[in-house]
């Protein structure tokens, strides 16, 4: 009611005060009146709190989680097995450096080692930086099947794929995220890969496109995270392995790469990188160690000259611990289906 004198009631706002207030002249201000509107939830009945309302509320909070999980399933790639392939070991590490691709070459020709009835291919998803060609002593470009598929390129009994066949050695890769993503579908999806036992994939560096790309589109048994002893590599090492976690792909253990160095004239070891670090991240992690590589001189010169470790010295401590970490990895991956 206006007071006396006609004047408006005391505490109401002027029209122009209204309107400097965000009032109905504002076009802007109308529309965001709408959007707000439309954003509500319609108040059914009685808005007063009670047993029925709360029950109302949980079931429409339901509604809600179930149209979320649907929206998730549906944004994520389905899981597809390559094809001819039982099971993807991945080979990974947060930091580069580390030792990891010398680590997945010489795993992959030690799982072949230990059993000869065993069939196993090497894939370098290392798109910027692939080393396999030159360690594994393979050139060339791929062979195309009748199904327009590529034919893996095969060294001491091992299919090799790679980004490497297919440019020219000196030639950087300058690409953004999807290309990359996209290539390194096509050397999963893209090979004739045969029959394999075992896929070992190198993994490159850190916890980004690739690795989700590999391990959303594929199903992988499990990952190998390769580190060495010092903190800065054990920061990125932890990383790797939480995200495999998160992403449910089995972290089967880890390996100790470059753990001691044993001077080749008087033998005194010291452990340039340090003592046992990645013993005691996975004992925080709640993983298993398992094994210990050396830093040796023959590790990275065999494999420079594409004759690795495991293949030109078998009988080595160097290609003995490879063989070993490759037993604990069988022995830790689950019995693929018939």
């Excluded at 408006?8 to 509107?37: E, F, T």
């Excluded at 060495?228 to 976690?245: W, Y």
């Amino acid at each position: 009611m206006p007071g006396a004198g006609g004047g408006p009631r005391r505490g109401a706002a002027a029209p122009s005060q209204r309107a400097r207030r965000g009032g109905g002249s504002s076009p802007m201000a109308a529309a965001w009146r709408r959007a707000l509107r439309a954003a509500r939830v319609p108040c059914r009945g009685a808005c007063a709190p009670s047993s029925s309302g709360s029950a109302s509320s949980s079931s429409r909070d339901e509604v809600l989680q179930d149209k979320r999980a649907r929206i998730l399933s549906r944004g994520l790639p389905k899981q597809k097995p390559i094809e001819g392939v039982k099971q993807v070991l991945v080979v990974a590490s947060g930091k580069g450096g580390v030792g990891k691709s010398t680590a997945a070459v010489n795993i992959a020709l030690a799982l072949a080692a230990n059993d000869s009835k065993k069939e196993v291919g090497l894939l370098d998803a290392d798109i910027y930086g692939p080393s396999i060609p030159k360690m594994m002593n393979l050139k060339g470009n791929p062979e195309l099947t009748p199904k327009n598929l590529m034919r893996p390129l095969k060294n001491y009994g091992i299919a090799c794929m790679s980004m490497g066949f297919l440019i020219d050695e000196t030639a950087p890769v300058v690409w953004r995220g999807l290309m990359v993503m996209s290539a390194v579908e096509k050397l999963l999806r893209q090979v004739d890969w045969g029959q394999l036992d075992y896929l070992v994939i190198d993994m490159p560096p850190g916890t980004g496109d690739v690795q989700l790309s590999v391990s959303q589109n594929i199903p992988v048994a499990g990952a190998v995270i390769i580190s060495t002893p010092q903190d800065v590599a054990l920061l990125d090492a932890r990383k790797g392995a939480e995200m495999f976690r998160k992403v449910h792909v089995p972290v089967l253990g880890l390996v100790q790469n470059m753990s001691v160095f044993q001077c080749p004239k008087c033998k005194h070891e010291t452990h340039i990188f340090g003592a046992d670090g990645v013993r005691d991240l996975a004992k925080t992690l709640g993983l298993d160690v398992l094994g210990d590589i050396p830093l040796h001189v023959n590790i990275r010169e065999t494999c420079d000259s594409g004759q690795p470790v495991v293949i030109s010295q078998p009988q080595s401590d160097a290609a003995k611990a490879y063989l070993k970490i490759a037993m604990e990895i069988v022995r830790r991956l689950q019995v693929p289906p018939a």
